[in-house]
């Protein structure tokens, strides 16, 4: 994403009166133990790029917002290695020095696993590594406790799920999973995914409709599709 077009999304939430907190804000406002502003936005960045710190972090303190940035806790992972095979190039990701000023800056720093691996396919052994391992991994580098997750590829199952919750974590979010009202279920957070090629409108569109209805248009969008599709096939 340009870095301009971030700049224009910023701006947009601030002229709209959103107040980004984190999802540590969120548990504390479950528990009654925080009021949240009237207009509450979670940010998140997954994988813990080089260029988050780099060119996000600067534009998200000039506007005074924190976010919840999900990291790899292997620092042997120096780079989107499962993109690999793909037409992806390589992106380097923070050092551990990046994430921890991240942190001390007032940015959640949140578990994306230890090496990114796909959670569903491998052994329950692996997996139970990949989940509760990256908790104590990033919690001994950040001294302070990490409480989020966010499932690599956003591919979540029940079993997987309850590995999540037997090692610690207090929220784990997906992407295109779980249900619409956030707090539903704080183990599946349903999240509106902002590609790099939003425009501003679009971008204004999703921030602004509630996520149930937006969610609701994007459903009726895609089996419009698939119902075109299917249609062409048959022509065929």
Not at 167 to 182: K, L
Not at 205 to 218: C, D, I, Q, T, Y
Request: aromatic fraction near 8%; charged fraction near 25%.
């Amino acid at each position: 994403m340009p870095v301009s077009s971030l700049r224009r999304q910023l701006e947009f939430l601030d002229r709209r009166g959103f107040t980004a907190i984190t999802l540590a804000d969120y548990c504390l406002a479950l528990k009654g133990e925080l009021e949240l502003p009237k207009r509450p936005v979670i940010l998140t960045f997954d994988d813990g790029y080089q260029d988050t710190y780099d060119l996000a972090f600067p534009l998200l303190r000039e506007f005074g917002v924190r976010a919840v940035v999900f990291v790899l806790a292997d620092p042997a992972v120096r780079y989107n290695a499962w993109d690999d095979g793909l037409d992806v190039p390589r992106a380097p990701l923070m050092s551990i020095g990046n994430v921890c000023a991240m942190h001390a800056a007032g940015f959640e720093i949140g578990a994306h696993g230890m090496t990114h691996a796909d959670l569903p396919s491998i052994t329950e052994r692996e997996a139970w590594r990949e989940i509760a391992h990256a908790k104590t991994a990033l919690e001994g580098m950040l001294g302070a406790p990490v409480n989020s997750f966010a499932y690599p590829y956003g591919r979540v199952t029940e079993r997987v799920r309850r590995l999540v919750v037997d090692a610690g974590y207090e929220t784990a979010c997906g992407v295109y999973t779980g249900p619409s009202r956030c707090g539903d279920d704080p183990f599946d957070i349903l999240r509106v995914t902002i590609p790099g090629s939003i425009t501003t409108a679009g971008f204004e569109l999703k921030a602004s409709l509630p996520v149930e209805r937006l969610h609701r248009l994007v459903r009726g969008a895609r089996a419009a599709l698939g119902q075109v599709e299917a249609s062409a096939g048959a022509g065929a």
